[in-house]
């Protein structure tokens, strides 16, 4: 096909073929040809092509297209004509060929649709940016998603899917990140906290006749409030804010609104001023000013009902903090002699510049104690909900507050009668917390082999996760890839001049002569040993003990990358008279088919009692020769068995048992899955290193990027 | 700013680092009692170790101690080919002849003076053999090359620095390392101190200078959630001096603070974004 552009006369003859039907003296073919001689000439065939199924449908049809495809052409790329084109004969099709040629002209309209469309920002493209500004304001992170109504339950931000207000991608970002802030300001400064009488919002708004309008009115006034808020806080985002409400239309408040404005403006305002400004505009039968564009909705019942939530566990948190606390300080076995109650006393100390963060200061007897930072953080969500820490929260936490110790105790105690024997296994000490010493012997251990699947399992990670391991493998081998000059080698590729020199004047000093005189190129020596130590107890059924091999497939074949030693461990058992570690990869063992079968042979076993485990990986470890040694623990962080192995008791021996690893030249690492972040973990692993993973979907890939920075 | 004032004698190129006074009083907010402490350990003749994240005034507490006690300060920052000669001193030839160059350590023991390694886990680990004789009671310093022992005087001091936000298990620091040292911890200062700090060096106005160190207070928020810093104090005085050459606090805060922080697209977005939110 010749790609010169057809004539106008050209073309016009092609429309007359095409219109003949519809074409007479007075309404010719010439205008639009002419104009069609300008496109080029795929264009043109694009025209033409369209027309001939036009014309196939409706021939009038046909010659409004032909009058109105040049226009198309000048708005729109060819693909979005396409659309229009299917728009309008869909139109006609349905409604007959008046609505049909209408379509057909509203060409410009449809392309300023189209526009707006591709201006949309879709939520997915901005969650990662925003959650991180939202951390970033304050330190509290808030869960941000997509949701039908726009409004903060404290816990999380839900904003729209989609946005599409704006005809510029960034208006609309900058939307979305306006009303992430106005809802952030709703929870950082105080819309939820209680007021003068106790109440929450929710209970306030029952009480008017007309509860929408008073919710409605409500929003209306305590966006005043946090406007100005933000104001003074962030000038910035400020100024934005409002500048995007100017491009819609600017909010104007009606003259009975002045004092409310003046009122909620001032820096000491409160919710209660809202409140207080609520009635008095009530009374006054005020229909709201429109809404601002960033403010979304105030759903007190859904948001009282998360918080709720929240704080009971907020509560439990900062009661186990109390009792760790007290713990520390010998308080409890005082207490419990006297018959009488810890208490402690909270105060707040403000810095004297107003932009800095209050901090929790609190008593024991009149003594003065340094809370730990994450306790810290804690008390200032407390704060932002009551203002204060609550009387009742300053009372340590009882036995109970621990998970698991709440469970009935009374399980068969006997699951060993009949083959129970010590031979052939190892005995290792646990440590009781409660008396401050270790029992003897006494866990019962024995290593056994994970039972190999014939499931190609592994095969099928590897095909199905190709991408992502290869991109792994590229990080792994930049690692190994950093080849390094050594100096003052016996051998080498080149002669190490200041080693020379040194050499030289040793030699003349009456000193021996070195022989290493050179330099030489190689790899880091890496001298790395690693044990990964896999949770198999119950609990990681399902979603978890599949990440977990996924997990290992992925580590396996980074690791094959580097060179490190490593072994693999899966653990699991019940009752102290039978821990059981699995095999799965032997230090000695190549990472072959057999290791490949018993990977993807794991399966969830029974409980979870960590220690043991921990202290014979340790003795294993000590046993290798490398100059690093890791043991990283992979679990679901519950320890967990049936015989007491719960609750303080599981979580001060797993402690125990990281500690005694640490001193003997180990470092542990512990990678947890949880997604409720419980408040033991800190106590339990924060003695040495660890990270706590919610999404478990995160973790093949997580464990990988952690073994990269741990050694590096 | 340079504090350490070279003598008049510069043979070559090699700066006599005897002359290492210091010379003008080198600014330093104390943030507790860290001047106190730094005393304290001297007079007891007991090595120092300093804690803390980067870029948060370690450097700079050395120059000050340096200055108040008046004591030339000789600084090493490790890095991973430092090995215990670098150290400790070698033989070099000089007109035919071999001659003994003592190394920075040797030569702070020598004149008494205050020997400052920075970033001690950088350094290969033979250096610690060097050190360890010398950071406990017996104050020496083993000479391997020319059988020497060098007895360190009253006056000299040893201070490594160390940061513990390191991951890494290779960045560790051993025990029968640390505990033959005096611990100070260091942090980024409370926002009104910093606030001070940043207006001293900069020169930037005041309420400006409060806003900065608010927004790195922000960035110190995600620390732990997709950053392994936020912005040290060295940065926000960075991002000050910008703005005082007029570049606007925006494109300052972006060049000197999320550039430097991150190289994650979508977390330097969100911290461009956070700096627009206090400086229109
Ligand atoms: N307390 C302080 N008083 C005065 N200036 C300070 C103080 N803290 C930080 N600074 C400023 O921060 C800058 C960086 O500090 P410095 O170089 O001492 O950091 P550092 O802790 O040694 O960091 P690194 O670990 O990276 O070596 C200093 O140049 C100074 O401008
Ligand atoms: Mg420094």
Known sequence: MSQRPLSSFELEQCLENCLDAVLSTRRTAEAPASELSAFTRRQQEFVLHWLDVIVSSNSEMGFQFVSHVPEALRLLPVPEVEKWIIHFMDVYDREGLYPGSAAVRGVGLFAQECRIESMAVDFSSIVRVLEHFIRGLSGRGLKLEAGEHVFTDTGHIYLPARLAVFVSEKMNFRLYKATAAHLWAQTQFGTFRSTRNGTGLMKVCAGFPQRTRACRLLNALETVRLNACIERELPGLYLEMMALQRELAPIEYPPQWQPSLHRLRKPAATVQDTV???????????????????????????????????????????????????LDLKAVEAARETGSAVRFAASWERAPDPQQEMSLVLQ????????????????????????????????????????????????????WEGSYHEEGAHLYNEWDFRRQHYRKDWCVLREIDVHPSDEPYVDEVLRRYSGLISELRKTFEMLRGEDRIARKQSNGDDVDLDAVVEAYADMHAGMEMSERLFTKRRNLERSMAVVFMVDMSGSTKGWINDAERQALVMLCEALELLGDRYAVYGFSGITRKRCELYRVKRF????????????????????????????????????????????????????????GYRGEYGVEDTRQALIEAKYRGIHPFCITIDKEAHEYLPRMFGAVNYVVIDEVNKLPMKVADIYRKLTT | MQKLIPGTTLDGRTLKTEEFIVRDEPYYEPQGAEIELFHAAYTNQIPVLLKGPTGCGKTRFMEHMAWRLRRPLITVSCHDDLTASDLVGRYLLMEGETRWVNGPLARAVQIGGICYLDEIVEARKDTTVVIHPLADDRRVLPMEKTGELLKAPAEFCLAISYNPGYQSVLKDLKHSTRQRFVAIEFDYPPADLETTIVVRESGLAEDIAARLVKFGGMTRNLKGSGLDEGASTRLLVHAAKLMVSKVSPRTACRGAVSEALTDDPDMRAAINELSSSLFA
């Open chain 1, 276 to 326: 207080d400004e609520l009635r008095r505009l009530f009374s006054c039968r005020q229909t709201p000013p429109a809404a601002f564009c960033f403010q979304g909705d105030l759903r007190l019942e859904d948001t009282e009902t998360a918080m709720r939530g929240r704080q009971q566990q907020e509560k439990r948190a900062f009661r186990l903090w109390l009792r760790q606390i007290a």
């Open chain 1, 364 to 415: 024991f007897d009149g003594t003065p104690i340094d809370p730990p930072d994450d306790m810290q953080l804690l008390s200032r969500s407390i704060l932002q909900d009551f203002g204060e820490i609550p009387h009742d929260y300053l009372m340590p936490a009882g036995d109970a507050a621990y998970p698991g110790t709440s469970r009935p105790a009374d399980l068969p105690s006997n699951v």
């Open chain 1, 588 to 643: 000695d063992e190549s990472y072959g088919e057999a290791v490949k079968r018993r990977i993807s042979g794991i399966r969830p076993q029974d409980y979870t009692r960590m220690g043991v485990i921990i202290r014979h990986l340790t003795d294993m470890l000590e046993k290798i020769e490398a100059r690093t040694k890791l043991l990283i623990t992979l679990s679901d962080g519950k320890p967990d068995d049936y015989d």
